[in-house]
């Protein structure tokens, strides 16, 4: 399957069922990754979005912590 790179100055969109939609365009391309350049007002969104994400990611690991010291103690 080959890779989509969108070109710079490419609008781009986000959409959350919670947040809505927010509006950005392409500022940067690299060869696997692309930054997206966002007007201010909507960086706090970005923001959240960002804090959820990595809550996200984080959760698992620590429900697999947790349940390693139930199992095992805390030593």
């Keep these: 399957m080959a890779a989509v ?7 781009v969109t986000l ?3 919670a947040l809505g939609t927010i509006g950005g ?4 391309r690299q060869r ?6 966002f ?3 909507e960086r706090a969104v970005l ?5 959820l994400a990595l809550a996200m990611t984080q959760a698992p690991a620590a429900a697999g912590r947790a349940a390693a010291i139930r199992r095992h103690g805390t030593g």
Aim: proline share 14%.
């Design 5 to 11: 790179s969108p070109p710079v100055g490419c609008a």
């Design 32 to 37: 696997e990754s692309f930054a997206i350049a």
């Design 15 to 17: 959409s959350h069922p």
């Design 39 to 41: 007007p201010a007002s």
């Design 25 to 28: 365009q392409i500022a940067d």
């Design 47 to 51: 923001f959240a979005l960002k804090a």
